[in-house]
């Protein structure tokens, strides 16, 4: 049969924002998508189809049934196998393109891996489920300079933005630094389809917008979509904070993060989580002897109480930590360091 894929874009360049030039843009495009699951694997079918030039999908997870209701891109031979999401993500897409460039990353993005994994992108996708990791990136985005599309959604609602460094407030702008999660997931009251492919869509938008130079045409602000109780709202941006911490300050404590070391969280006032990133256990009463000589100490088999210059430790044996009395995540991070070790 005759090759006719060279008109496959033929729709596309007729819009005219886009035309043939914003095409050979697409094609010379690179893109990261971090999380295939309901939002990545429809920002990804979209962007492949579109010929975008380059896309690496990274996710840590393999497909399960749950996932089929509303991750496009796997069936119930995937499902059946447990394939790596990012592995059958891709070979879906070299089906929809084989004219792109494809690269499935299986990992957690971490403060490790990062600029590995983005360093050699124009745009990055956000398509994960979960604070910690969109933090981190919006701390490494900050750093490069380099855009990204906040995308979250969970039941029937969802939000995006296009996060510009510099330019746009950025998430600590937007969410504040001490959000920790305790939200709504997927996995506590659900979602459905429909809103995860609206959120996906519209980041696509905005990635074909920036991708293609229609900078006009970028969405100032939040787009929040409920599509069980009708609300389509856009929110302004309004102004970045000065005083922001990440991309004001530039301060980026997640990226400081050593491998195989900890995450840092917030939980309320003057109390901060820190989580070995590996899985460990810590040998509790041996750790209190070396202590006691250093502060003061309470322990059992599962938890241990330290304290020292007026700064509480709650140590777990699977090496998670409640710090008491800082507030400045690097000084949580050393004083673990320092007691506990990482
Ligand atoms: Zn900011």
Request: with cysteine.
């Amino acid at each position: 049969m005759q090759d006719t894929s060279a008109q496959r874009y033929s729709r596309q360049e007729l819009f005219a924002p886009i035309g043939a030039a914003g095409q050979a843009r697409l094609a010379k495009a690179r893109v990261a998508i971090v999380g295939v699951g309901a939002l990545g694997t429809v920002s990804a079918g979209q962007l492949a189809r579109a010929g975008v030039g380059f896309l690496r999908c990274i996710d840590r997870d393999v497909v399960d049934w749950t996932n089929l209701q509303r991750q496009v891109l796997f069936d119930e031979r995937d499902a059946e196998a447990g394939v790596a999401k990012a592995t059958a993500a891709a070979e879906q897409l070299r089906h929809f393109n084989s004219r792109i460039q494809v690269e499935p990353v299986t990992a957690d993005l971490t403060s490790a891996n990062i600029h590995t994994l983005l360093s050699d992108v124009d745009l990055i996708v956000d398509a994960t489920d979960n604070v910690q990791v969109r933090q981190l990136l919006n701390d490494w985005a900050v750093s490069r300079s380099i855009p990204w599309i906040y995308g979250a959604a969970v039941s029937s609602y969802g939000v995006t933005c296009l996060i510009r460094p510099g330019v746009t407030p950025c998430l600590t702008c937007l969410f504040g630094e001490g959000d920790t999660g305790g939200h709504d997931t997927c996995d506590t009251v659900g979602v459905i389809a429909a809103v995860t492919g609206i959120i996906a869509s519209a980041q696509v938008a905005e990635a074909l917008k920036f991708l293609t130079g229609n900078q006009a045409a970028l969405r100032d602000g939040l787009l929040y979509v409920d599509v069980w109780h009708n609300e389509w709202r856009s929110l302004p941006f309004g102004d970045r904070r000065m005083d922001c911490p990440t991309c004001g300050l530039r301060q980026f404590p997640l990226l400081e993060a050593r491998s195989g070391s900890v995450t840092v969280t917030f939980c309320g006032r003057q109390t901060i989580q820190v989580r070995p990133q590996a899985d460990t256990t810590v040998n509790l009463p041996h750790l209190a002897e070396r202590l006691r000589r250093l502060g003061s100490v309470r322990a059992n088999d599962s938890l241990l109480r330290f304290e020292v210059d007026e700064i509480q430790l709650s140590l777990f044996a699977d090496g998670r930590a409640l710090i008491h009395g800082v507030t400045d995540p690097a000084a949580a991070r050393s004083f673990y360091a320092r007691y506990v070790g990482m």
